[in-house]
């Protein structure tokens, strides 16, 4: 019997009745409000009678009224309730009570307990000490498939839990050892051979062995219609384990970067019974040999737990406890009185700024451009008003990046040239920002025959604030705007564009020539969005980058695909972002990957340094 939510309901349906006066009502009523047997509904009241929480006096014969009388408030019953369902683990349901019965200042009191237990804490388990680091995050988890992934934070998460052949150091730019110790390559990149590490474990305790490698990569380059990421294997002409511990890979064309698409995420290794035994399962419930196991999926938490057993050791944190709060506005909560490893996007937090204002030198700050630039795909398979370059250059003037960040601010920072901040900016370029009249913009409208067709944008909630933004700008020059807000799951699955102009998202480049070729060579970027022309000679191009042995001549290949781009409006960069992240100086090994999350293995608490 659900008693709290029964009293719940009752308190909120009669909630112009004062605490301690009777009134009357019958139990035909209240079988109503429950949406049960006046039976039923007697036990019900019988229940809340005998926990002090109504008093009732039942009317004589069938039908009579009966005098209820209510002796509590709902507030603190609901706190206990909710309180006790998050430290079950049942954050959906806690959050689900608290939206629908909780008044205002009981859900500040809630915040305000909820806030309190984030951070890092230390208890003793089991006679043990256990380090957990414990946050939110604002947007669900999708998926943990390695091969399925889409978003960045479900990437970070499976990078956590998975390991691949080989790693890439982003500051030295270099591939080092994981599972593999050791490879060879022929001279035309085109034949590799890899050496497995003995001992490496799965965490349901079996250890990985050649068969899973090959099992991991042809998943992916056998069914492309269902790995976007299968690009990166295409190259592959065969796979084969020599042995327990060793496996070549035939190449039909030499390709430079092979090593480089080995360490991704989608190439992680995963266990082969585990994965056919259902897919669907195993991208809920995943199985890696990664630092971390997961202990606990659900919709509204996900904890993480050390892998003892790790090939590369055990990690120095025990547990990391992810709190999912999908409908909660971003920073709702408030921050700990210090806000060890969070990272927040933009804004600094109040104990941040406090800590700032004060001087405080008990912190330490850390700033990361973690390129995350947004981006306006047009789709130039439907007829449209997007067809014509004249219509996506104005476009391209109406939206004033500077005066998008001065309005918005947050995280905003400044005008994208490109995926990469810092990367030098073409004449051509220049010359395309340059700041052009309302008079010039008009004339571009005109000249591509545009005549007031609506105009059909397509987002996500991630960046409807932006979306709201062009809208209001493009109306100002007489462009109609239509949005539409899809759910982040429908977007991941490459979104049907037939009914929609363009396309509004964000991508999080890691800095790197996979990060960019993804952009262009994956169906759920930017290639659905390209006529066929467009299509063939981006492709072109960006596969060319493979054969190329130097890495100058590589990046002078993707600057030039990256300017072809450019130079017929086909996607419009708008803006780029940053993450701040401030920890107390008790947090060591404070790591920020190149997509701006923490990497949880690298990180410790000094235990001297009181945080």
Known sequence: ML????????????????????????????????????????????????????????????????????????????LREVKLRMEQGNVKEAMELMNRFGAAAVKEQFMDWLSAGMGFSTQAVSNKLQDTL????????????????????????????????????????????????????????????????????????????????VFSLDRLRL?????????????????EAIDHKTVRIRLKEPNYLFLRFLSTIPASIVPEEIVRAGEAEFGKKPVGTGPFRMVRPNEGICILEAFPAHFQGRPHLDRVEILIFPEMETGRLKEPDWTSVMISHGDA??????AWIKGNSEWLDMETLF??????????????????????????????????????????IFPAQGFRPYRP?????????????????????????????TFRLLTTEYHEEDAVWIRERCESFGVHMEIEIIDPSEFAAHPSLSQHDCVLFGNIFSDDEVGELEMYLQKNYFLCAFDEPMTEAVTKAAVSVFRESDEEERQRKLADVENLI??????LYLIQKKSNTSFHKSVRGVTINASGWLDFHKIWFHPHVSP
């Open 566 to 571: 450019w130079q017929t409006y086909s996607v």
């Open 3 to 78: 008693t709290v939510p029964h009293f719940l309901e009752l308190r909120q349906y009669f909630n112009n009745h004062e605490v301690g006066k009777p009134f009357s009502v019958t139990v035909d009523k209240l079988a109503g409000i429950w949406y049960c047997t006046p039976r039923y509904a007697k036990l019900i009241v019988r229940k809340l009678c005998e926990l002090g929480w109504i008093e009732w006096k039942a009317g004589r014969g069938r039908g009579h009224t009966s005098v209820l009388t209510l002796l509590t408030d709902s507030g603190e019953i609901l």
């Open 371 to 412: 390129c995350c630039c947004s981006l306006l795909v047009f789709n130039q398979r439907k007829s449209g008003p997007q067809n014509h370059p004249k219509f996506r250059q104005a476009l391209h003037h109406i939206i004033d990046r500077e005066r998008m960040i001065a309005e918005l601010g947050g995280d905003r």
């Open 223 to 239: 069914n492309p219609e269902r790995f976007e990421s299968s690009w990166m294997f295409q190259d592959i002409e065969k796979i």
């Open 349 to 354: 937090s109040k104990a941040q700024r406090n």
């Open 134 to 213: 414990r946050f939110p995050v604002y947007r669900s988890i999708l998926t943990l498939d390695p091969g399925l992934i889409y978003y960045d934070f479900d990437a970070h998460i499976v990078g956590q839990l998975f390991n691949t052949l080989v790693e890439y150091d982003q500051e030295s730019r270099t591939v080092t050892p994981c599972i593999a110790h050791s490879w060879e390559s022929s001279v035309d990149a085109r034949e590799w051979t890899f050496h497995l590490k003995k001992s490496v474990m799965f965490h349901h305790g079996r250890e990985l062995t050649a068969h899973d490698v």
């Open 425 to 453: 900016v073409p004449d051509k370029m220049t010359e395309a920002n340059s700041s052009t009249s309302r008079s010039d913009i008009l004339a571009l409208l005109k000249a591509s025959g545009y005549q007031g067709e």
